[in-house]
């Protein structure tokens, strides 16, 4: 049974950092390239950034490149997003996500939700202003 499980959620005040990490189990986590995705209230989950299986790649939406930085440690098993210089429009519920690198996608393969196979719960992050 596959599981992805976030944590290193929380409140912080604007201009701070937290560190998320996804802790995988059940599956070959060197396979697959890993993603994070956030939904804020009332609005619909949107890309955040995407590290390929060996981390030679990265992908990271406009709203947080130079702020937020993905990086994985396959020895543990583990996806990190350290954010940095928060906002309060970065207020959202954080979910980790995993796409087995081997199968074919579309050219924007990891901004889109229907293309990673497993999905964590997600972990809330609050920025206060």
């Known amino acids: 049974q596959v599981q992805l499980v976030e944590s290193g959620g929380g409140l912080v005040q604007a201009g701070g950092s937290l560190k998320l990490s996804c802790a995988a189990s059940?599956?070959?986590?060197?396979?697959?390239?890993m993603g994070w995705f956030r939904q804020a209230p009332g609005k619909e989950r949107e890309f955040v950034a995407t590290?390929?299986?060996?981390?030679?790649?990265?992908y990271y939406a406009d709203s947080v490149k130079g702020r937020f930085t993905i990086s994985r440690d396959n020895a543990k098993n583990t996806v990190y997003l350290q954010m940095n210089s928060l906002k309060p429009e970065d207020t959202a519920v954080y979910y980790c996500?995993?796409?087995?690198?081997?199968?074919?996608?579309?050219?924007?393969?990891?901004?889109?939700?229907?293309?990673?196979?497993?999905w964590g719960q997600g972990t809330q992050v609050t920025v206060s202003s």
């Open positions: 059940g599956l070959s986590f060197s396979s697959y390239n």
């Open positions: 590290i390929t299986w060996n981390g030679a790649m990265t």
């Open positions: 996500a995993a796409r087995f690198s081997l199968r074919p996608g579309g050219a924007n393969w990891f901004r889109t939700e229907y293309e990673y196979d497993y």
